[in-house]
Nanobody
Framework: QVQLVESGGGLVQPGGSLRLSCVAS????????MGWYRQFPDKERELVAS???????YYTDSVKGRFTISRDNDKNTVYLEMNNVNPGDTAIYYC?????????????WGRGTQVTVSP
């Protein structure tokens, strides 16, 4: 069974930066598409960014130019570098993975990490 564990969330000021990490275990990480989703209060989870096994990246429009997704297959880890954050980025961020290439990986999920953007 694949397990995903996120870390790196916290409180950050507007305009600041944060890096989220997600470590995977129990699967063949290098063959997985991985993604980051976020969920606002009383809203459905939405895709923020995803990365294929060949490192092709997809971003939702609201984070293009500010967030960067990357992966390190040697460490079974996917990252989300968040720059120039704003209060609208406040949400619970979830890591997800799927054992095939898709821009919406969603077979396996982490428990989430809270990101709060506030002065």
């Amino acid at each position: 069974q694949v397990q995903l564990v996120e870390s790196g969330g916290g409180l950050v000021q507007p305009g600041g930066s944060l890096r989220l990490s997600c470590v995977a275990s129990g699967g063949t990480f290098e063959t997985y598409a991985m993604g980051w989703y976020r969920q606002f209060p009383d809203k459905e989870r939405e895709l923020v960014a995803s990365i294929s096994s060949s490192a092709y990246a997809y971003y939702t429009d609201s984070v293009k130019g500010r967030f960067t997704i990357s992966r390190d297959n040697d460490k079974n880890t996917v990252y989300l570098e968040m720059n120039n954050v704003n209060p609208g980025d406040t949400a619970i961020y979830y890591c997800a993975g799927t054992p095939k290439n898709t821009y919406q990986p969603r077979d396996y999920w982490g428990r989430g990490t809270q990101v709060t953007v506030s002065p």
